[in-house]
T-cell receptor, first 112, second 112 residues
C-alpha cells in the first residue's frame, strides 16, 4: 500500500540555521503531496502542497519540490525561527482514494 | 467561525465507560475523517465518510462506531473504553479531488 517515510526526529537547531526534513513516499501513479505542521497543543495545519511532478510548494519561507524520479518531497527552510518549533508531517493522497496517508512526523525544536 | 470544531477538547474517563466525541464542519465539504494520534505523534486514519456514507474503515475495534447524521457532522462513539484508547483524536474534512484536509483542534482522551 501507499506509505510515507520521514526522517526520524527530534531535530534541534539554532535560530537562523538551515532546515531540511527528508520525506520519501511509496505510491503508484502520481499522488498529491503535502506538508502539515502541528504546533504544540494544536491541530494540524497545511503548510504547503504539490500536486504534480516538479511542482514546488512554498509557504512562510518553507519549500518542498515534488521529485518523481526520487519519490521525494523534502521540506526546506533557509533560516528557521523559534516560532517554527513544531511537529512536521509529510503526507500523500492518491487520486481515486479518500485516504490521506501520513508519515510519522518529525519534531523540530529551534533554540534562540 | 471555526471551520472544523470538535467537542470536547479534553475528556477524562474511567475504563469501561462509553463516551462520544462530536465533530462539525462548516466548510461544506463532502468528506470527513477521524484520525487517532498516539503518544509518539503517529497519525492513523480510523474512518472516513463521504456524504454520510462510510468509505474507509480501517482495522479499528468495533467498540468504535462513527455516526454521520448529515454531511456536516461526524461523531465518534466509543464503548467500553480501555487504557489503550488514550490518545488525541482528530476530526478532519476535505472538499474532494486532490485537495488537502482541514483538521479540528483535537480531543485529548485520557482513560484512567
Amino acid at each position: 500500500g501507499d506509505s510515507v517515510t520521514q526522517m526520524e526526529g527530534p531535530v534541534t537547531l539554532s535560530e537562523e540555521a538551515f532546515l531540511t526534513i527528508n520525506c520519501t513516499y511509496t505510491a503508484t501513479g502520481y499522488p498529491s503531496l503535502f506538508w502539515y505542521v502541528q504546533y504544540p497543543g494544536e491541530g494540524l495545519q497545511l503548510l504547503l502542497k504539490a500536486t504534480k511532478a516538479d511542482d514546488k510548494g512554498s509557504n512562510k519561507g518553507f519549500e518542498a519540490t515534488y521529485r518523481k524520479e526520487t519519490t521525494s518531497f523534502h521540506l526546506e527552510k533557509g533560516s528557521v525561527q523559534v516560532s517554527d518549533s513544531a511537529v512536521y508531517f509529510c503526507a500523500l493522497k492518491q487520486g481515486g482514494s479518500e485516504k490521506l496517508v501520513f508519515g510519522k512526523g518529525t519534531k523540530l525544536t529551534v533554540n534562540p | 467561525d471555526t471551520a472544523v470544531s470538535q467537542t470536547p477538547k479534553y475528556l477524562v474517563t474511567q475504563m469501561g465507560n462509553d463516551k462520544s466525541i462530536k465533530c462539525e464542519q462548516n466548510l461544506g465539504h463532502d468528506t470527513m475523517y477521524w484520525y487517532k494520534q498516539d503518544s509518539k505523534k503517529f497519525l492513523k486514519i480510523m474512518f472516513s465518510y463521504n456524504n454520510k456514507e462510510l468509505i474507509i474503515n480501517e482495522t479499528v475495534p468495533n467498540r468504535f462506531s462513527p455516526k454521520s447524521p448529515d454531511k456536516a457532522h461526524l461523531n465518534l462513539h466509543i464503548n467500553s473504553l480501555e487504557l489503550g484508547d488514550s490518545a488525541v483524536y482528530f476530526c478532519a474534512s476535505r472538499p474532494g479531488g486532490n485537495t488537502e484536509a482541514f483538521f479540528g483542534q483535537g480531543t485529548r482522551l485520557t482513560v484512567v
